[in-house]
């Protein structure tokens, strides 16, 4: 499966952004969709998951309440919205594609479980 993500951009402090990650090829091998971060200086880390048929979701505790992550099937597109975003939430954003099949939608958090990634797009968030 080969994914594109798009979305990001500059905002200030408090506002919001969407993020898109669009699949092609072969879309229903994947079991999750995720997205990840990575900071400038800082090691990627783990965002949000959602089972391919979108109902199963799981975000990181620490951006509970702010972030949410859906998938739409009939446009092979998993979303990220991102809302009172904060300076520390700049970062490169990376959705990825994993075909592990674990039984609990919280085990897909970790790197080394996602065979495909898509480029990453650039989330700036200004004080």
């Known amino acids: 499966v080969q994914l594109q993500a798009s979305g990001g951009g500059l905002v200030q402090t408090g506002g919001s952004l969407r993020l898109s990650c669009a699949a092609s090829g072969r879309t229903s091998d994947p079991n999750a969709f995720g997205w990840f971060r990575q900071s400038p200086g800082k090691d990627r880390e783990f965002v949000a998951v959602?089972?391919?048929?979108?109902?199963?979701?799981y975000i990181v505790n620490s951006l509970k309440g702010r972030f949410t992550i859906s998938r739409v099937n009939a446009k092979n597109t998993v979303y990220l919205q991102m809302n009172s975003l904060k300076p520390e939430d700049t970062a490169v954003y990376y959705c990825?594609?994993?075909?592990?099949?674990?039984?609990?939608?919280?085990?897909?958090?970790?790197?080394?479980?996602?065979?495909?990634w898509g480029e990453g797009t650039l989330v700036t968030v200004s004080s």
């Open positions: 990825a594609a994993s075909t592990r099949d674990y039984s609990a939608i919280y085990d897909y958090t970790k790197i080394i479980d996602y065979a495909s």
């Open positions: 959602v089972s391919w048929n979108g109902k199963n979701r």
